[in-house]
C-alpha cells in the first residue's frame, strides 16, 4: 500500500497537465452548463467515494486532483491506501466542498478510480494465483494510449513488476524482426552491435533458444508454449538468462505456468481487458 497522506508522483508523468487535459475534454469552451444552471453557485456538497464490491484501490491521489483543480479549498480525507484490499462496502474518501466544482469534477475523478482500481484488482488475482511458485508476473505495454503511466502504476498497486515502460527502454525482437533480418542470430547480432544492453528475444520453438543465446540474448520470452514446452525450454536454457513465459496465460493457466521454472510471466489482459471496478461516489448538500 502507499501512505495516503505522501504527495503524488510518478515518474515522467505530469499530474497537473493530465488533469487539465481531462477537464478541458469534459468542459470543451463553454463548461458545464448543467451544473451552472442548476446549482447555486455559493451551493456546497459533501459526498462519500465507496467501493460496492470487493476491490484492490488505485487512483485516489489523481481523483483528489480532479477536485482540487476546480476547488482549491475542498477538504478531501482520503479513508483507503492505493495498494489496499478492501472489502464491499466500504469508503475511500470524504470530502466537502463548492457544489458545482464537485459535480464537474465527479465523473473524470470517479472513471479514473474504476479503470485503476480494476486493473489492481486484476492484477492482485493474478499474483495471487502464483504465490510461492517463485515466479514474478510482469505486465505488458498493451495499454490505452495516453494512460501507460498510470495503468502501470495500478498494476504495481496490485502487485506485479512493471516490465518495459516503451520502446526505449528495452529491444524486444519478435518473429517480425527475425523475418527481415534474416534469422535469430542475424537479428541479435545486430542488437547487441548497437550497442543495446538489455535484448529480449521471442522464441516460440526450442530450436531457436541456442542461436538466440549465443548471439547474445539477456532475457527469453518463450512464446505461447504449453506447460511440457516451457518445462524443456527452462532446462535448455539452464539459468543463463532469465526466462519469460507469455502469450494466452489465463487465470486458470498461470499457476501451472509459473511452477515449470519460469522467472516471469508476463500478461497482456492486466491493462487490456481489467473491467471497471464499481465505486460510487454520493453527495449530499452541506450549508
Known sequence: MTDPHAPFTLDAFDLDAFVAATLAEDLGAIGDITSQAVIPADARFSG???SREAIVVAGLPIAEAF???LDPDVRIERL???GDRIGAGSDVLR????ARAMLTAERSALNLVQHLSGVATLTR???DAIAGTGATLLDTRKTIPGLRRLEKYATRMGGATNHR??????????DNHVAVAGGIHAAVSRAVAAGIAQIIVEVDSI?????ALQAGATHLLLDNMDVATLRTAV???DGRVPTEASGGVRLDTIRAIAETGVRYVSVGRLTQSAPAADLGLDFTPTS
Open 95 to 98: 470530502l466537502a466542498g463548492r
Open 165 to 174: 515502460m516503451g520502446l526505449w527502454d528495452a529491444a524486444m525482437i519478435k
Open 80 to 82: 483507503a491506501a492505493d
Open 235 to 237: 532446462a535448455r536454457v
Open 125 to 127: 488475482t493474478y499474483v
Open 48 to 50: 462519500v467515494m465507496d
Open 67 to 69: 477536485f482540487r483543480a
Open 207 to 211: 530450436d531457436q533458444i541456442d542461436p
